[in-house]
C-alpha cells in the first residue's frame, strides 16, 4: 500500500452530518435555503453534538442536477450567498467546533462551464473527451462548432472533464493517455479549486462520483493513481485537510488516498448490498437493477446482519489504520431511514447501532428527528431518474417548526415541497425539543456517549456475539450493544453480561446471562460496572 501522512487526528472523532443546502433552513424567505439559514441553525448541530458537516455543491450553476452541474469551481452560487457568507459561515461553525466540508465534482462540470465553451469552438482542446466525428454510443452531439461529439459523465449536460483512459484502443482515436495534456491540465486544476477553499478555512471535501475519473479503467488501477497523487500533494500543503470519497469500495479508496470512503446503495464486489442490507425495504428510491433482499431493520425479522458484516469484515481489514469507512443513515440520492412501512418507533434501535459500530457516523439532515420520505413527488432539478429511483423524497425541507417558512418550496413559483403540518409522522425539531423521550434527545444521548467513550468509536475492537435478532457485539471488550430491529421480542445468552450496568437502553432486560429484547429494543451496556 502507498504510505501517506496519518489522516488528521481530529477524523477518528468524526461524527458527520449532511446538509441539502437548498432544503435546510432559508434565512431570506425566497423559498431557496441558503448559507445565513445554516448559521442561524449551528446551535442545533453543536447542541446535537455534530462536529463536522459537508454540504451538498453549493458552486455557482445552473442547477439542472441539484448543483452537481458546476459552472464556476470557484464561485458559490447567488442563491447561496456569495464567498464571503460561505466563509462566515465557516467561521461561526468554527467557533462551536464545527468543521465543514464540501462537495466537489470532480469528473465533470455543466455544458455552460466556460471551459466547455472554450472546448466546443477548438478542436484543438483537450480538457473534455471528444469524438472527432459521428456519435459513439454513449457520446452527445457537439453543441459548437467543433465537429464530432462529447462524452457525458452523468446526465447529457455534464461532460467528462479528460483524466485520460487506462487502455489504448485504435478504433477509438480520442482516448488519451493519462499523462496526455488534458488530463494533466485538469489534475492541476482540480488541485487549485481544492488549494482555494482549503486556503479559505474549510476542512476538506466529500468527492462526488470519485471512482469515474480514468474512463476504461475496469480495476481502478489508474484512477487511483491519479487519487494518489493528489492526496500526497494534500499532505504536503494542507495536512490537516480530509477527502471522503462517494466510490463505495473503501479497500480500494482508502488505498488510493481517501481518508474515508463511505457505504453507500451502489459500489463495491457486491454493489451497496452492504448498506442496503440493512435499511433498504423495498420503498422509497430503489433501483431497478438491485436484486430483492430483506433488510435487517425490517419489522418482520426476515433480514439478516451478516451481508453487512461480510462487507464490513472485507472492507475493515483492506483499510487497516490507513483510513476509515463511513456508515450514513441515509443521503440525498438514497431513502431517508423512515420510509415506506418503517415507523418512527423503529429508528431509535437504527441509531443505537450506527452510533456505536466501528465507523464514522453520517447523519442525513433531518434524519435526527425521523423526517420521512415523502413519495411520489414530481422531478426538481434532476432528483428523478427512473420510475422508482425518485431522489426528490429524501431531498424536502427541514422540519424546524410549524411556522410559516420554516417548511418551504424550493423555488415560490413551483411549490413543490409544500410546508407540512407536524404529527407523529412529521415531526418538528421543535417539538421534539420540548420532549425528552424524542428520537432528538435520543440521538444527542447517543453521540454524546460515543464522543466520550473512545471505545465506541472507530478505533475501539469489535466482537460480535450474535449475528441475528437480537443483534449483540461487544465494543473495547467492555461495552455491551444489543439491537432488536424486530417487532418480536428476541433473547441470547451471554455469559459475564449478569452485572451489566445500562447506559442507555429501551426494551432490553437482563436477568442472569440471558438477555431478553422486546420489539424494536435497543441497548448499551458497561460491562464493568458491578467492578
Not at 274 to 301: I, K, Q, Y
Not at 479 to 486: I, K, M
Request: aromatic letters at 12%; hydrophobic letters at 40%.
Amino acid at each position: 500500500m502507498t504510505s501517506f501522512r496519518p489522516a488528521p487526528a481530529w477524523l477518528a472523532d468524526a461524527v458527520f452530518y449532511q446538509i441539502y443546502p437548498q432544503s435546510f433552513a432559508d434565512s431570506n424567505g425566497d423559498g431557496i435555503g441558503d448559507f445565513n439559514g445554516i448559521a442561524e441553525r449551528l446551535d442545533h448541530l453543536a447542541w446535537l453534538g455534530v462536529n463536522t458537516v459537508w454540504l451538498n455543491p453549493c458552486f455557482a450553476s445552473p442547477f439542472r442536477d441539484a448543483g452537481y452541474d458546476v459552472c464556476d469551481y470557484l464561485t458559490t452560487a447567488p442563491r447561496y450567498g456569495s464567498n464571503d457568507e460561505l466563509a462566515k459561515l465557516v467561521d461561526e461553525a468554527g467557533r462551536r467546533g464545527i468543521r465543514v466540508l464540501l462537495d466537489l465534482v470532480a469528473g465533470h462540470t455543466s455544458d455552460e462551464h466556460p471551459w466547455f465553451r472554450a472546448a466546443a469552438g477548438d478542436p484543438a482542446d483537450d480538457r473534455y473527451i471528444w469524438a472527432p466525428e459521428g456519435t459513439p454510443n454513449g457520446f452527445v452531439p457537439s453543441p459548437g462548432t467543433r465537429p464530432g461529439s462529447y462524452l457525458p459523465n452523468f446526465f447529457a449536460f455534464q461532460p467528462a472533464l479528460n483524466f485520460g483512459y487506462a487502455r489504448e484502443n485504435r478504433a477509438e482515436p480520442w482516448r488519451r493517455p493519462v499523462d496526455a495534456e488534458g488530463p494533466r491540465a485538469n489534475r492541476a486544476a482540480l488541485r487549485a479549486v481544492m488549494d482555494h477553499w482549503l486556503s479559505l478555512g474549510l476542512s476538506g471535501f466529500r468527492v462526488d462520483m470519485a471512482a469515474s475519473l480514468v474512463k476504461d479503467d475496469p480495476d481502478k488501477t489508474e484512477t487511483a493513481r491519479v487519487w494518489t497523487e493528489l492526496r500526497h500533494w494534500l499532505d504536503g500543503a494542507h495536512p490537516d485537510a480530509v477527502l471522503l470519497s462517494e466510490w463505495g469500495e473503501p479497500e480500494v479508496s482508502v488505498r488510493a488516498g481517501f481518508h474515508a470512503d463511505f457505504f453507500l446503495q451502489f459500489g463495491g464486489p457486491t454493489d451497496g448490498l452492504a448498506l442496503r442490507s440493512l435499511w433498504s425495504n423495498a420503498e422509497g428510491t430503489v433501483s431497478e437493477a438491485w436484486d430483492p433482499l430483506d433488510c435487517f431493520f425490517d419489522p418482520g425479522g426476515k433480514g439478516s446482519p451478516r451481508p453487512f458484516l461480510k462487507a464490513w469484515e472485507q472492507a475493515s481489514a483492506a483499510v487497516g489504520d490507513s483510513g476509515f469507512i463511513s456508515l450514513p443513515t441515509a443521503n440525498h440520492d438514497f431513502s431517508r431511514l423512515n420510509c415506506g412501512p418503517r415507523t418512527a418507533g423503529q429508528l431509535p434501535a437504527a441509531f443505537a447501532f450506527q452510533l456505536t459500530w466501528p465507523t464514522l457516523p453520517a447523519i442525513y439532515y433531518g434524519d435526527e428527528i425521523g423526517m420521512r420520505y415523502v413519495p411520489g413527488l414530481p422531478d426538481k432539478e434532476g432528483s428523478v431518474l427512473g420510475p422508482r429511483y425518485n431522489r426528490a423524497g429524501s431531498r424536502t425541507p427541514m422540519q424546524w417548526d410549524d411556522s410559516p417558512g420554516a417548511g418551504f418550496s424550493i423555488a415560490p413559483s413551483d411549490r413543490l415541497y409544500l410546508p407540512l403540518a407536524p404529527s407523529p409522522e412529521r415531526p418538528t425539531v421543535a417539538a421534539q425539543l420540548a420532549d425528552d423521550t424524542s428520537l432528538l434527545h435520543l440521538v444527542r444521548r447517543l453521540i454524546a456517549l460515543r464522543t466520550s467513550t473512545p471505545e465506541l468509536g472507530p478505533g475501539g475492537s469489535v466482537e460480535v456475539l450474535h449475528a441475528g435478532y437480537p443483534f449483540v457485539y461487544a465494543r473495547g471488550g467492555r461495552y455491551l450493544v444489543v439491537v432488536n430491529p424486530r417487532r418480536d421480542a428476541a433473547s441470547y445468552h451471554v455469559d459475564g453480561a449478569r452485572d451489566a450496568g445500562a447506559l442507555e437502553a429501551s426494551g432490553v432486560h437482563i436477568e442472569g446471562a440471558t438477555i431478553t429484547a422486546g420489539g424494536f429494543a435497543y441497548g448499551i451496556f458497561d460491562l464493568r460496572s458491578a467492578d
